[in-house]
C-alpha cells in the first residue's frame, strides 16, 4: 500500500487503476439536503429540494425541479453537478427520473458545459409525463463528442426544467444518478506520487498484486 501526506493528493479528483472502469459519482439523495457535489440554481421562484412524496422505491429522497408559485411568471430551475473528467473515457450517466407534469420546452431537458459554465449544450430531452420514475443512461462521451466538444477538468452536468407551475402541475423528479467512466491511462512519467495541474497520477510496479490503494492523512 501507497502512503501519502495529505499535500500529494491536494489535486486528486478521484484513485483507480489504470485502464479500469470506475464508478466517478454516485448519489441516491438520502439526506434532506443535497451534497456538496451539488449545487442549484435558478430565475424567477425557482426550487429545487429533496423529496420524499417524488421519489424512487420507497426510502430515502428524490431531487424534485419546479416553480413554487402558480402564475404566469415562468421559472427555470438548475440542479448541477461539476465532475473532473480529465481522466476518463466512455464516460456514462445514469438515473431515476420522473417527468410529473411538464409540458416540452426547449429549455428543459439535460444540458452539458465543459468550460465551467460558460456554454451549456443539451444533451437529453425529458420524456413524457408519466407516474412513475424510469431509469435512463446517457452515454456523456459520445454526447460530448456529438456537440464537438472534449471532457475535461471543468465538467458540469445540468437538469434543468422551465415552466410557471409547482408540481404536481409541473415539474420534473431525479433520484439514483451513477457516473462511471473508463480511467485512461496516464503518459506522465515516474513512479508513485506525480502531481500535475488537475490531478496527481499514482503508479507502482506490483505485477502479483491483486489490489492497489492509496492511504495517507487525507483518509485516516
Do not use: H
Amino acid at each position: 500500500m501507497m502512503r501519502f501526506t495529505t499535500a500529494a493528493v491536494a489535486a486528486l479528483s478521484s484513485i483507480s487503476l489504470m485502464g479500469s472502469a470506475a464508478t466517478l459519482f454516485t448519489d441516491s439523495f438520502n439526506s434532506t439536503t443535497l451534497g456538496p457535489a451539488w449545487s442549484a440554481s435558478g430565475t424567477n421562484q425557482w426550487r429545487v429540494r429533496t423529496s420524499t412524496t417524488y421519489r424512487n422505491g420507497t426510502s430515502g429522497y428524490g431531487v424534485t425541479l419546479d416553480d413554487s408559485v402558480g402564475d404566469n411568471v415562468y421559472s427555470t430551475s438548475r440542479l448541477d453537478l461539476k465532475m473532473n473528467l480529465a481522466t476518463y473515457s466512455n464516460v456514462v450517466l445514469t438515473f431515476r427520473f420522473r417527468n410529473v407534469g411538464e409540458e416540452n420546452d426547449s429549455s428543459d431537458g439535460l444540458f452539458l458545459s465543459t468550460d465551467n459554465g460558460a456554454t451549456f449544450s443539451k444533451i437529453w430531452s425529458f420524456p413524457a409525463i408519466s407516474s412513475t420514475f424510469s431509469l435512463y443512461t446517457v452515454n456523456v462521451s459520445s454526447a460530448a463528442a456529438s456537440i464537438g466538444k472534449a471532457l475535461g477538468p471543468n465538467c458540469i452536468i445540468r437538469w434543468q426544467q422551465y415552466d410557471n407551475y409547482p408540481l404536481s402541475s409541473d415539474g420534473v423528479a431525479l433520484d439514483d444518478v451513477t457516473i462511471t467512466g473508463d480511467v485512461v491511462a496516464s503518459t506522465r512519467s515516474g513512479v508513485g506520487a506525480i502531481p500535475y495541474t488537475n490531478g496527481t497520477t499514482f503508479r507502482v510496479w506490483a505485477p502479483n498484486a491483486s489490489a492497489v490503494a492509496v492511504a495517507g492523512s487525507f483518509n485516516g
